[in-house]
């Protein structure tokens, strides 16, 4: 009997890379990808609860399930991700149509407890955090990208933060390992790999590997990859080594996401994120001087418990000072077991939504500016496929991560499908994206010059 699965995943990338390897566990027990969970034998869904609106979603998405379960009695409907290692057998009792509930640490144990639920009849409960070792190599990846995952966990322990939580202590992965992984990749046609952890800079220091600025030498080196990408730094972390890293490195993108969640160091501190406004600015010049065209996007949370209106005034100066090239910002909420859910002085709802906008469209303004001011530059893009926009029109992302829309001219569909690297003339910046003309093959560029610009 053909049997297929639904797999709906919320949240990060750590997330996409857990459901592509419980897609992979279901295929090996016989389950095909179904795209409608109306079709689907088992669903799956992959939750997130960094903020209270995620883990909403994922009780009104196992709410539509029961719908369908109503009809279709003999569906298996999982819970994987943040909101089962949180709440885990309290989903049972809220979502008693549940039958199996995994946690962040049990990703590779999901085929056993499937098999355990349908031969027992009985919901299948599994959240024991730590797992051994990152389990197989994932299977082949489709597309000229890939994320590899590096570390699982974070140790930081910031105020609002869930992840320590729900995710467990930093575990960094043999080098040898990501190598493997990195090699098969290449092997596959993908040239651009980013490295992914919670927060990379840390990457092999309880483990006593090497460091992460070594494990990007050892990626380099790797042929066939032609870009490579890292994602989330912790400022505290970003030491002078990984920064030169981006002045040594040819194939490291000229881009860096590092969060730095407020401007005023009264509230870093009770975020407990261990650094100043001033010291991240001073690392922010560094890496400004280490690469030229060097883009940095960043993190805030505005009305965490406690922010006076001089504290949101120091956010928009830094947001006007440091002039970042892409900005998410989200308003805070309680999170359980975050130590900041228990401090007093909660910020009104509407005063949040207030800072929210305030700082989105200072900060959009800027990106525009910025965005605008690379129009008659010519840079080198990443072809990711066709557009959303319009038939004849491909995207990609430059090295400094922003993405790039332009027209295909007639005969060259080929040589601009995804995977290509393309000169591109930039005409007009967007708020978030630019808008270009693919020039004659490369510009005469040489594949690591490909990589420079902004
Ligand atoms: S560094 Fe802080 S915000 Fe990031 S995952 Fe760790 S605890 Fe959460």
């Not at 997130?48 to 009780?59: D, G, P, T």
């Not at 596959?188 to 590997?209: A, F, I, M, P």
């Not at 805070?332 to 077991?337: A, E, G, M, Q, V």
Request: proline share 6%; with cysteine; net charge positive.
């Amino acid at each position: 009997m053909r049997k297929r699965a639904h797999i709906n995943t919320m949240g990060c990338q750590m997330n996409v890379q857990d459901s592509g390897r419980m897609r992979d566990l279901l295929a090996s027990m016989g389950y095909e990808p179904e795209e409608n969970p109306h079709k689907a034998d088992l669903v799956l869904v992959n939750t997130c609860m960094i903020r209270e609106k995620a883990e909403e979603k994922a009780f009104s998405f196992l709410g539509r399930m029961a719908k369908i379960k109503r009809r279709r009695p003999h569906l298996l409907v999982c819970v994987a991700g943040c909101v089962s290692q949180a709440h885990g057998k309290a989903i049972l009792k809220r979502a008693p149509y549940v039958d199996v509930v995994l946690g962040t640490g049990a990703v590779t144990r999901l085929p056993k407890l499937v098999e355990q639920r349908i031969a027992t009849g009985l919901p299948a409960l599994d959240t024991e955090m730590d797992q051994p070792g990152f389990g197989p190599l994932p299977g082949p990846r489709t597309g000229p990208t890939a994320f590899v995952t590096i570390m699982t966990g974070c140790d930081n322990f910031c105020s609002y933060c869930v992840v320590p939580h729900v995710r467990g202590r930093e575990k960094s992965r043999p080098p040898d390992d990501v190598l493997a992984e990195v090699r098969v990749l290449a092997a596959q046609g993908v040239s651009e790999v980013t490295l992914l952890g919670q927060n990379v800079n840390s990457y092999g220091k309880k483990e006593g590997l090497c460091t992460f600025p070594e494990l990007l030498e050892k990626v380099h080196a790797v042929d066939g990859i032609r870009r490579i990408r890292f994602v989330t730094s912790h400022p505290k972390d970003l030491s002078p080594e990984l920064i030169n890293a981006f002045s040594g490195l040819d194939k490291l993108c000229g881009h860096i996401h590092l969060p730095i969640q407020s401007g005023s160091d009264r509230i870093l501190a009770a975020m407990n994120r261990k650094y100043t406004a001033d010291a991240y600015m001073d690392k922010l010049s560094a890496l400004r001087a280490a690469r030229a065209g060097m883009a940095v996007t960043t993190d805030f949370i505005v009305g965490f418990p406690g922010e006076t209106e001089r504290d949101f005034e120091k956010t928009m100066d830094l947001v006007c000072s440091a002039r970042f090239d892409g900005l998410f910002a989200f308003k805070y909420s309680d999170r359980p077991h975050a130590p900041a859910s228990r401090l007093d002085d909660k910020v009104p709802e509407k005063e949040k939504a207030r800072r929210l906008a305030a700082i989105l469209d200072a900060a959009n303004a800027i990106i525009q500016e910025k965005n605008q001011a690379l129009a008659g530059s010519v840079l080198t893009v990443l072809v990711e496929g066709a557009s959303k926009q319009a038939g004849n029109q491909a995207t990609g992302r430059t090295s400094g991560n922003r993405v790039v829309n332009f027209e295909v001219p007639k005969g060259m569909e080929n040589q601009l499908k995804a995977g290509a690297y393309v000169d591109v003339a930039i005409e007009k910046g967007h708020a978030h994206s630019l808008w270009g003309r693919v020039l004659p093959s490369g510009g005469g560029k040489k594949p690591w010059e490909m990589c420079h610009a902004a």
